[in-house]
């Protein structure tokens, strides 16, 4: 468990950048994020829903053992948004670094 909280936007990042690449079920989605981050499923599923919501993914059905299974796949939008994403995450991280940074020498 991390004392630092992972915000909505942080979430929406992260799915996008799972999907990035490959398409996923919710269940494989919510797996690979949690191989990194503790975060519980019935938080990720609201985050999937709300990315198809705002044009970010795209759902699809494909069968699976006797049952569909929703896949999510990244749009164009999706991918902009990601693009955006990734960029302030950059200027945060450059941020919050500069304060938590080991190396760094502040000159107060």
Known sequence: MSVFPISAAL??????????????????????????VSVSESTL???LRRLQKNGSLET?????????RRYYRITES????????????REYKGQID?????EDNYDY
């Open 60 to 68: 699809y059905d494909m069968p699976y053992m006797g049952r569909n």
């Open 11 to 36: 979430l929406d990042a992260m799915v996008l950048a799972v999907t990035e690449n490959e398409d996923g079920y919710g269940y494989k989605i919510t797996k690979d994020i949690q191989e990194r």
């Open 78 to 89: 999706g991918r902009e948004l990601l693009k955006d994403y990734r960029a302030e995450w």
């Open 45 to 47: 599923y609201p985050v």
């Open 98 to 102: 500069h304060f938590l940074s080991e």
